[in-house]
């Protein structure tokens, strides 16, 4: 599984737009990103996934570039409900049998201030 | 989206009892789950993989005997631990794929055990 490195914390304002970047070096061909938040005390919720390009939701948006060594994830006008960390995961998309176990790296801790 | 549901949410046990937490997928069909474990401003660590029918999996360092495994249904897994010691106080959370494997993990709400 691709190891992901992505900066510990980040800081920003209620209605700004959150720019969340995760390096991924050693993304294999067959390897997709997904990203996750997770509130205290609770489980992880997914966001978003993708393969490449862009990727949007109603919640958020995802940008691969062509060499997939990166992602960014795009979060418009953030909330103080956002305050949140945030996990960056490049994996196999087949769950199947031991595939499907996700590796979490350390995290981005967004928090949003009034 | 598929949801996955533990019980219970937080459970406080004495030292040396076993503690049994449970993880079922409510409106899908699993046949692979996952436990993690995660320590106060620590990321998610695997603990094993639990096949419908199987043994489980175990990570690295993580004792079979300690944290005892079954899946015994498509939509049901459990962790047991066993002669719980203060240290094993953590959050543990589960996760679950449909049997066909193409969808993302979906996480249970996590439990809280605190072992005094």
């Known amino acids: 599984l691709a190891k992901t490195t992505q900066p510990i914390s980040m800081d920003s304002y209620e209605g700004q737009e959150v720019n969340i970047t995760c390096s991924h070096n050693?993304?294999?061909?067959?390897?997709?990103i997904t990203w996750y938040q997770q509130f205290p005390s609770q489980g992880p919720r997914f966001i978003i996934q993708g393969y490449k390009t862009k990727v949007t939701n109603e919640v958020a948006s995802l940008f691969i570039p062509a060499d997939r060594k990166s992602s960014t994830l795009s979060l418009p006008r953030v909330s103080l409900s956002d305050t949140a960390v945030y996990y960056c995961l490049a994996h196999p998309m087949n769950y199947g049998g031991s595939q499907g176990n996700l590796i979490f790296g350390k995290g981005t801790k967004l928090s949003v201030k009034p | 989206g598929a949801v996955v549901s533990q019980h219970p949410s937080r459970v406080i046990c004495k030292s040396g009892t076993s503690v049994k937490i449970e993880c079922r997928s409510l409106d899908f069909q699993a046949t692979t789950m996952f436990w993690y474990r995660q320590f106060p401003k620590q990321s998610l660590m695997l603990m094993a993989t639990s096949n419908e029918g199987s043994k489980a999996t175990y990570e690295q360092g993580v004792e079979k005997d300690k944290f005892l495994i079954n899946h015994a249904s498509l939509t049901l897994s459990t962790l047991t631990v066993t002669s719980a010691h203060p240290e094993d106080s953590s959050f543990y959370i589960c996760?679950?794929?449909?049997?066909?494997?193409?969808?993302?993990?979906?996480f249970g709400q996590g439990t809280r055990l605190t072992v005094v």
């Open positions: 996760s679950a794929t449909d049997r066909f494997g193409n969808t993302e993990a979906f």
């Open positions: 050693n993304i294999a061909t067959n390897d997709y």
